[in-house]
Every structure is written in C-alpha cells, then in structure tokens.
C-alpha cells in the first residue's frame, strides 16, 4: 500500500509539472475580446482550448495531454491573418505581451526568446547585405564583412538553440553566403540555387508551420532569374510552381492543400490571376478534392468569378413588362450594382442619399436588386428610388444571386465597367460615391 501511494504521489506531482500557464497583455485593450488556440501538426490545424481577453490580459493553461510544438493563437477574423505562433515545450510558462503596431514582445520564454530575436537579427543582417547592393556600393572589405556578420549572427543562434524546438527554424533558415564578392546577378543565381538546402521537407514540425509556407510563397514569387523580360515573368514563376510541386510531394495532402491555398490568395491579391489560375487547375483544385475540402474550391471558384476583371454573371427582370438583363444594357460607362433588401433598415438609411449623390455621376446606370420574402414592401419603397432600374430576388437569402455573387450583407455594391467587368467592390456607399467621381 505505501508503495501504491508513493506512486501516486509521483504520478500527480509529475502532472501538476506537466502544465504550464500562457499569460500577457494585448493592446489596445478594446480591440481584443477572446483567443483561440491551436496546435499546428503535419495533420493539420487542431483546436485545443480558448479564452476571453478582459481588459487586454490573458491567462491559460494548456491540458496535460498536449505535445510539443507550435501552437497558434487566434484573435480575430479572418483566423489566417490574426495570429500569434507560439513555441510550447511544454516545460516553461510563457509571458507576452502583443501590440497590433508593434508586434509581439517576449517577457518570459526562452524558446520564443530566441526564434523571435533570430529572425530580426537575421532579417536585419540579410537587409544589411542587400541594401549594399541596392546602393551600388562596391568596397570589397564592406562586402565580406556583411557577409561574416550574417554568418556570425547564424552560428551564434543555432548555438543558443541547441536542444530547442526553435532550433529546427534557426537552422532551416540558413542563408546562402558567399565565400567572396560577387556581382547582385550572381548571388541572386546562387541564392536561387540553394534556397532550399538547409530545409528538410519531411520534418513534421516545419512542414507545419507558418515559416515553411512563407518560405514555398517567397521562392515562387521572387526566385525569377535575373534580366527576365516582364512578358516572361509569369512564364517563370509558374515553372516555380511546378518545382514546388516537385518539392511537396513528400508533405501531407492536408499541408499541401493549405500551402497551395495560402499561395492561390498571394498570387490572386497581387492580381497574377494567370499564376492563381495555373495553381488552382494544375495542383490544388485536385488536393482540395483528394482531401475532401469542398468549401475551398467553392470559395476560390466564387472569388474567380467575381474577381477584378471578370464579367459580371448576369441578372434578369421584367421592367414595365419588358424582360431585361444586366447583360443587355447598354449606353454607360459605369454600371452600379446594389444588392439591398426593403425590410433592411441600413438600407433604407443609406440609399436614399446614395441615390442623391450619384445623380452627378455622368454615364453611370444603377441597378438595384432587391432581396426579399415578398414584394409588398419592395413595391412601396422603389419608387423613392427613381432612376435606377429594380429587379426583385424573392426567397431573399435564398436566392441564387447571394451565392453567386457572395452576398453576406445588405446594402452590398459591386461597380462595372462599360463592358459589364467589375472593377471593385465599395464596402460602403460613401466608397462607392468616391470612387465613381474619381474615375468621372
């Protein structure tokens, strides 16, 4: 019996060891509400706990049963832009405190004290070197010396990450160093050439983690060889794509789906639609299936269809007994759409003065779709809107123009081009008054 209770002694001392508390500030304050956690795996992005943020404080303790690794902490929506990755050891507390102009700041945590003090040393010695170039200096002496404070500032991390999980980062992020000076054409050839060979595409915990896939977006975009002429530049990073492709292979189908998924929404903000087309049809539409991810191809394919550029899908009504279509009207050089409903009080405020000011907008057409459960209100409320041509979509959030035109919100604009091409989407209508006097 006394052997049995010092055992459980053992056994709840080393549990109560085993939990570790994640503690700190965020600020401001007031823009700070709730955190939730996960942890990054090559299985993908797994829920473990959350937390309400009270004051800009936090406090957490983490479950027994968790493992080493990354661990992110999401604030706000959407979750792939509002985080915060963490190193958890699962042997020490970790303080931090987190500000959105300046970033976060270490108190307490020797893993995250040095994966986050490694890449701005890092980062700040690699712009030393490249602002060399930049300035077109030429002094052979500067030259080796920047190279040897990168070098330097490499061997001392990857001494002080011994035995760390941040380790795997320092050591994954060398550099390509010259041995002695060579022109900006040559070393960016050589970087190219070895971008990569430090990095171990099966490890689990890089293939999870934020650095790995900025690492795969980077290459793909900058990794172009020198002198290319603009009309070769996509050419170029779509061969980039297909040696990525070549390089993931290894990585899970899971991984890949989201590395490609972060690469589609690179290339589709930067508006290299050539590039996000070739990602999706060549590579990631067939993950997203392999792995059952519906909603990806969906939202990628609503996206695409309403992206800057593309032809508006079309509407039809019937006006005054006449079948009309958006596609058939003619005599503009902008067309404006507003999906609105007449039981939506926003709306209803903000309309009318809408209407007012786009009356000096020159050769502009405005067609209002109204989202509705009946016509009743509809009817009553249109004429106060004269001018503009109204269509009625019943069954309101039913209707198939909210999902093809993704509407999640009423008053919702799109503006078009003469040719019915949209050219943006005003998220209110103060915007869309501003953008259409601009381009008048």
Known sequence: MKIVKILLLLFLSFKVQSQHTFSGNFSPADAFRYIMVYHLSSDGIQYVTDTGVKDGQFFFTLPNSVSPGTYRLVYGVPQDKYFIDIL??????????????????????????????????????????????????????????????????????????????????????????????????????????????????????????????????????????????EKDLVKEINKNVDFLASKLEVVPKVLQTSIWAKAWNKANESEVYTVS????????????????????????????????????????????????????????????????????????NELPGLHEQVKTVKDLKVLAVGLEDGKENWEQTIPKLPGFHHAIALEKWESPYVQTFAIQQTPTYFILDKDKRFLDRPESAEAVVEYLKRSN
């Not at 959105?100 to 307490?108: A, K, M, R």
């Not at 040897?148 to 390509?176: C, M, P, W």
């Open 88 to 229: 958890y050891n699962c042997e020490e507390d970790i303080v931090f405190n987190f500000n959105l102009d300046e970033g976060i700041t270490i108190v307490s945590s020797k893993e995250n004290t040095i994966y986050y003090d490694y890449f701005t040393e890092i980062e700040n010695a690699k712009d030393a070197l490249m602002a060399f170039y930049s300035e077109g200096k030429s002094d052979k002496g500067e030259y080796i010396d920047l190279v040897n404070n990168l070098k330097q500032v490499q061997n001392s991390f990857e001494t002080q990450s011994q035995g760390l999980i941040a380790d795997t980062f320092v050591k994954a992020n060398r550099h390509y160093l010259p041995k002695e000076y060579v022109s900006l054409e040559d070393y960016l050839i050589e970087k190219k050439k070895h971008y990569f060979d430090a990095i171990d595409f099966k490890n689990a915990t890089l293939q999870a983690s934020e650095f790995f896939s900025d690492k795969i977006i980077n290459y793909m975009l900058w990794a172009i060889p020198p002198g290319t002429p």
């Open 277 to 348: 087309d070739y990602i999706f049809n060549t590579y990631l539409k067939k993950l997203a299936t392999d792995t059952n991810n519906a909603n990806l191809i969906t939202n990628i394919e609503t996206q695409t269809r309403l992206r800057k550029g593309a032809v508006s899908p079309d509407i039809t009504w019937e006006e005054n007994g006449v079948n009309k279509s958006l596609s058939g009207l003619t005599g503009a050089s902008n067309y404006l759409l507003i999906f609105w409903s007449s039981t939506c009080s926003h709306c209803l």
